[in-house]
């Protein structure tokens, strides 16, 4: 493998910073005419996401799904199950379930100024889930 960019690591390990992503691109050296990223995003809780995929968008799609994952599981246990019955949640239980995976998300922070539609759009973002 050749690297074409900065080096996200030092002696291998990562040094991405908590909340930020570091990416760098490279060629493998069996297929030299394709470009690669590797890729690493730090949680705010310190859990490293590290990945290679063709374009930094892939990338950042699979942070995606792996952020919602985790999110997910971070679900209060009634929300979970109102959600599975298919009720609708209030903008206040979901602003506050947002704050409780990331505490200084907009959405958590002024829920009550923001419209239903831009808490619901966040929470789903969020969770990976698809109430209305």
Not at 85 to 96: A, F, P, Q, V
């Amino acid at each position: 493998m050749t690297a074409t960019g900065n080096s996200i690591s030092q002696n291998g390990c990562s040094v991405c910073a908590k909340g930020k992503e570091n990416y760098t691109t490279f060629r493998p050296t069996h297929r030299p005419n394709i470009i690669f990223y590797q890729y690493d995003y730090r949680h705010g809780d310190g859990q490293l996401f590290s990945c290679v995929a063709p374009t930094l968008e892939a990338c950042r799609e699979k942070r995606d799904r792996w952020l919602q994952k985790k999110n997910f599981d971070k679900l209060f246990p009634r929300i979970l199950k109102r959600i599975q019955e298919n009720k609708r949640l209030t903008k206040s239980e979901m602003g506050y379930q947002i704050g409780h995976a990331e505490p200084h998300h907009p959405a958590s922070l002024y829920w009550d100024y923001y419209r239903r539609e831009d808490v619901v759009k966040a929470f789903n973002k969020l969770f990976g889930t698809e109430i209305k």
